[in-house]
């Protein structure tokens, strides 16, 4: 090295000492870089975005959702899409609970928003936190805390978490006690996306796009036995390339008619396509198109499939479909919306379509009255899986073909 490079060296040096050593106040007074609209890395958890009731001012949220592939540099995803007016959120942590709202000492830390402490996302729009250093467990309770110091108007977030939450009037989020967080909800507000580095060994994700059979209903609330829970488990035990899950999943969708929020044509971009590392798409909707007697054909919904599967592989990801559940015994059931259920099946089964097929009806029928679903499986409302039921499905997946290496 030549004395002029040594020199400059260390000059470098010391002008980094010196940017290091700035005061809180210098480094605030610097205009911060925008909040980030996308992430790199994978999802290790989402849920679909969708509208609530109002946003309320002051409002803290303790949100506690479950990872599935662990890894560093965690971010959070902030979404306003149904909302009508800018969202402010500040002092956002996340953190990993010990019990009910309490977490563990020294894991609640605060999440910035292009060097931020506070967030305001537009109307319509969503924002990434910077990446937050330290390594996220797999399987893990992730606590995400923060507040809505002027929320008003339509709020954005899921509905039916089938996970308890916490609420609470003032500012606790940067506390690890579950003190202050004295309400519960049933909702995630405004979260839809948590997203981590991990080892090159998992670098991928499948996102399960679906209704109230996705989302959990008739699950066992607080303890993870959704299907696309039970299909992370799996594929952490089996350590494949694909162990994040985004479980995109809403109660009431359907594939073609917005209604029980967008349709999943609608939404397609947002919640799946958008998502960081997403390898394959799971497609299992269609029974509410069906069962709504809104005059819905099997060619209607095959070619509904047929845009999922198109706009999905321009994109790079595989796409997986399942075939529709058996639903005989629930009130919208008759021999109509059958026959267009066992028609769309056998295009299903039959397809070159999609990367493959998951033959979900095949898991879920009686042997005695293939119509209807096994009892040993039925939640109770003849539509929807218990737990074993879910535990089913996601054992029928064949885990090597969510990686179809496109």
Known sequence: MTGRSRRRCRLAAALLTALACLPVSAARAATPPAPA??????????ASADRMGEGTAGQGYRLVVRTSVGGDD??????????????TLDGVHAGLRAQSAALRPGSNRPLTFGGSRAVTVPAGAAVWSDPLPGRVPAGADLVVSLRTPDAAGPATGHWMAMQTSYTGPGDHTAEESGA????????????????????????????????????????????NRRWPDYLA?????????????????????KVLADGAGQAALHRLDRDVLSQPGVRTVFLFEGVNDLKAHTGVTAADLVAGYREIARRAHAAGKCVVAATVGPFKGWPEWDPPAEAVRQEVNAYLRGSAEFDAVTDF??????????????PFFDGGDHVHPNDKGMQALADAVDLNRLDCAR
């Open 361 to 374: 009806d095949r898991v879920l029928r009686s042997p005695y009255d293939p119509e209807r679903m096994l």
């Open 37 to 46: 609209t996308r992430a790199s890395g994978v999802v290790t958890w989402a």
């Open 180 to 223: 202050g967080w004295t309400g519960t909800t049933g909702s995630w507000w405004y979260l839809d996306s948590v997203s981590v580095r991990p080892s090159r060994a998992a670098d991928g994700a499948v996102a399960a796009l679906g209704d109230s059979l996705t989302d959990g209903w008739q699950s066992t609330t607080d303890l």
């Open 74 to 87: 965690l971010r959070v995803r902030f979404s306003n899409a149904f909302g009508d007016r800018p969202l």
């Open 233 to 253: 488990r799996r594929l952490r035990t089996a350590g494949t390339t694909v162990q994040g899950v985004a479980n995109e999943g809403i109660s009431g969708n």
